[in-house]
């Protein structure tokens, strides 16, 4: 009889375990379809084009600054910065074969990182992105639900992980630890959020010791 109740144990425990992680799985899922609903998400498929500028900023003077115009249908860029030697750069990058000269592949580089800070919570379905709820937590005054990205042979550094801090009032992303290594945790907020064409975007960002600011942002739709 104790073998059997152990063995009924074990088969419960396993149950209720599988349970518990399909649970799981299903709030990720649901906070990442709030989160994609709340920033216009569904506006997404009817975009022509994106215009914007990466500007980081410390101590109110501006460090770096990259000017994109993505055309999404044609799936291009046209990327406008200065390398570190005060040289002008113009390069538009095809988004699905970037060529493989330096400039190509800094104009690529650029559209990975600086359109990811702008839509990040508009690419939170996409695939190859592992999601797992991790339940509330405190951020900028207010609890929030945490959820991590984890992902799949996406971008070019996919072993980078992130948890975003969701508010559930609004359902938009308040903040995110960007986690590049697991012993290396940077917190970053999402702040000033404005409306495009429908679509909800923050404008600004602390991180680190400096501020990123998403600029001269403009969202034309295609229909």
Not at 45 to 55: E, I, K, Y
Not at 177 to 206: C, N, R
């Amino acid at each position: 009889m104790k073998k059997m109740s152990i063995l009924a144990l074990v088969v419960l425990s396993g149950i209720f375990c599988g349970r518990a992680a399909e649970d799981q799985d299903k709030k990720a899922e649901q906070l990442a379809t709030d989160v994609w609903k709340a920033s216009g998400g569904e506006q997404w498929q009817n975009v022509g084009d994106v215009r914007f500028s990466f500007v980081v900023e410390q101590d109110g003077k501006e460090l770096f600054k990259a000017d994109h115009v993505w055309n999404v249908p044609a799936n291009t860029d046209d990327v406008k910065w200065k390398d570190k030697n005060g040289n002008e750069k113009h390069v538009k990058v095809n988004l699905g074969a970037p060529g493989t000269d330096e400039d190509s592949k800094t104009a690529y580089g650029r559209w990975v990182n600086d359109s990811y800070w702008l839509l990040a919570p508009l690419k939170i379905r996409d695939p190859g992105v592992h999601l797992k709820a991790e339940g509330v937590k405190a951020s900028e005054g207010a609890n929030c639900e945490t959820l991590r990205l984890s992902f799949d042979k996406v971008g070019l550094t996919p072993t980078d992980q992130y948890v975003l801090y969701i508010d559930p009032k609004t359902g938009l992303v308040r903040a995110w630890d960007y986690i590049p290594k697991p012993d290396t945790t940077v917190h970053g907020t999402w702040e000033k959020y404005q409306q495009f064409s429908g679509i909800y975007l923050s404008t600004q960002h602390h991180f680190k010791d400096k501020i990123i600011r998403l600029a001269d942002i403009q969202v034309s739709m295609a229909k």
